[in-house]
């Protein structure tokens, strides 16, 4: 078998056999298939596309490029939950504890924020001690006893993956659906997923901005998951507006602790609980939705959920007093409200607009390795569908910067637009 | 100017600026784009396909990469005739001297054979002493004085076509037209020329299978041509089977003597006198075709053209004696003549498979920089629409050795389809 021979057949719009992939993803994870060869093969795909059964290959393929890991001893079933990345969105702090306390194990492995859109592991941080450092034995252990994990990428998960990533990403191909799908689905069962709840952002501050778009990344990622036998379900959610209110690492910790301490903005409460239920099902804990949000719900009420919040913070080293007290979390030295500068209905808060103007403040990093400040960001205090007063507050910018609290003041201005009509608030989910 | 903008940009399907192609061949030239982004490119624009606007500037930055040879100095317009490579085909060797014959200086770099397909060079070497590696300053005295030269590419002309030609060949890039032409386009005017007679090979010994396909190059080089302000001409010639009889390098060196004595085979001949007459007239010796093939005619009849191809042989230190008694050629040591096994009419002597049985035998090289032998070969000695009577000479394998020549007589014979009803033979130009 030749590498060349295997970009021909794409390149001619043949289907790959599971055999050529193997060879391509493992010779180019040991260095036998250079890059130039590589970067050739994902143009192809890119441009030629590949079945549902191709790229399940390719994410078979890329999972095994390195350990995969084995969680059977540990759970009866291993669940994972996937987002695809957006603005304010802390579900997985609210999500896994309350899953946790139904009594479904979870250990989850998360990434840092790049660009506009934040990471878990940068919002965890924000508790002082929390480590996001976990050995795979650590994980294990912690999985074993706690029932709760929740830590970056330890081991060398699916390195296929991170090197066609940093490949496709100076190539052009990054926006290949076969290529998004089998990176995202290849780390996930990589880290032992058995079961995964896929939540697909779809708008202005997603990676698919549009709803077919994402509709068809869904579907690609639930057939790959059928066909490679974990049982998987998509949540299509909207990202068209910031989800819930905080943007930033320790605001939006503060709105996920809150959650579980009944508060928390409406819309962020139904995402977690809806997502929660969806978890509860695939991991075969609650018979269907209905009794599993019923779990989600008493999870928080009877605060069994905050308590494995507790569990998880200490167990991972982190200071459990600022979940009892969020007013110990380090607050930014300038806090502006900034008002409604007329009368009328909200009819769009721009998410990536807000993202960028967080990372700006200092939040997120231009690049990565860079610092960010915890405690920088945004709540956003009318959403889509709102009606405001002028002079009423819009939103709060937490800065902690003179200089650049203007600019932000400035862009998530301009990332609101208010009109005189009647707007409907924008849909949580989708499908 | 980023080069992951600009593969982004051809991969959507967008028109490329000839600044956006400059910058790309630029960068890769000198290192500072890597072989992945060049690779990545190669396949958007393999598929997506190059206006011929796109592939002008292509051509012209790749012409640009390296050293351009201005003639402008010694000759009044510098002519270059091109072969997309076939079986048989010595034309370089008779046609040069023709047209110097004429008046017109002629100065040519040559390459040598890959594959299955010969190069005039190695056809060259089998005169004993004649040099092909002329400096830049001696093809220019030479030409200047002696008015022809047949040497080899003695400079780094079109490095980034060089460089970019490995890359194709790994990474299945190879059959995309505006790549091809551009390719071509910039290795003659990098080597200074102003006018160019192109002959676009068709049929099952060509790189270009069908005429459409060749007709499409060809017309792509003339619009390139054309645009990048140089006159030319692009001929579609066949390529089914073996142009005139020899087939190894000594054996066609002696039918391109044979042509300039006044013999060789009638099709060969045709073609030549063919070829030689559009140089003549993009060159601008000749008003029109009639008055070119006449000056032509009589270049042969007058043995002007065989005196200059002695010129050009003690030009460049090769033993002029063989030209004139072309007996003195290294021979080979088993010479068999193959007859035909049945009556009929040849349908088909299929040129690829000549051309590896000749590979196979010793003329040609497995890979860059093997050793070849002069002597091997074939004469085909009846051509497609020939009658052939059971028993009559078919053909003569030139072997060295036993076991090669039995090889040799198989694949040969089964190149050859004889038929019993009529078969009017191929034609030698098809536009």
């Known amino acids: 078998m030749r590498a060349v021979d295997i970009i021909i057949k794409k390149r001619d719009k043949q289907e790959l056999t599971a055999q050529e992939i193997e060879f391509f993803v493992r010779g180019f994870t040991n260095g036998e298939i250079p890059d130039y060869q590589a970067s050739a093969f994902a143009m192809a795909i890119m441009l030629n596309g590949m079945t549902p059964f191709e790229t399940t290959d390719l994410t078979l393929a890329m999972a095994k490029s390195g350990q995969v890991l084995d969680l059977s001893k540990i759970v009866d079933i291993a669940v994972d939950k996937h987002s695809s990345g957006g603005v304010g969105d802390k579900t997985s702090i609210s999500v896994m504890p309350m899953v946790a306390a139904c009594g479904l194990p979870v250990g989850k492995m998360s990434g840092r924020g790049l660009g506009f859109s934040g990471g878990t592991l940068d919002k965890l941080e924000s508790i002082p001690g929390y480590r996001v450092d976990l050995s795979t034995d650590e994980f294990k252990k912690q999985l074993k006893e706690k029932g709760i994990v929740l830590t970056g990428q330890s081991m060398d998960l699916a390195p296929a993956d991170g090197k066609m990533y940093a490949l496709r990403d100076v190539t052009g191909t990054v926006p290949s659906l076969p290529l998004i799908a089998s990176s995202i689905m290849s780390k996930k069962i990589a880290a032992g997923a058995q079961a995964i709840v896929l939540d697909v952002k779809t708008g202005l501050g997603a990676f698919m901005q549009t709803l077919d ?15 490679a036998g974990r049982r998987t379900v998509a949540l299509l959610s909207d990202m068209n507006q910031p989800l819930g209110a905080a943007v930033g690492n320790a605001l939006e910790t503060i709105e996920a602790i809150d959650m579980l301490h009944g508060g928390s903005p409406a819309d962020f409460r139904e995402h977690c609980l809806h997502v929660a239920a969806h978890v509860l099902v695939v991991g075969q804990r609650a018979k269907d939705l209905n009794e599993a949000r019923s779990m989600a719900e008493k999870s ?22 600022y979940v009892d007290d969020v007013s110990k979390f380090e607050r930014a030295k300038y806090v502006e409200v900034v008002h409604a500068p007329r009368n009328g209905f909200i009819s769009q808060v721009h998410a990536r607009s807000v993202g960028e103007a967080s990372v700006a403040l200092g939040a997120g990093r231009a690049k990565k390795g860079d610092p960010i400040d915890y405690a920088v960001g945004f709540l956003i205090l009318k959403k889509v569908g709102d009606k405001a007063q002028e002079g009423e507050p819009l939103f709060e910018i937490h800065a902690n910067d003179r200089a650049k609290l203007a600019e932000a003041r400035a862009a998530v201005l301009s990332a609101h637009q208010i009109r005189d009509e009647f707007v409907p608030p924008l849909p949580l989910f989708y499908e």
Not at 303 to 315: F, H, P
């Open 213 to 227: 778009e994402a509709r068809e990344l869904a579907d690609l990622m639930v057939d790959i998951g059928r066909l």
């Open 300 to 321: 928080i009420a009877d605060g069994s959920a905050l308590e494995k919040l507790r569990v998880l913070v200490a167990a991972q080293g982190g200071d459990v007093s």
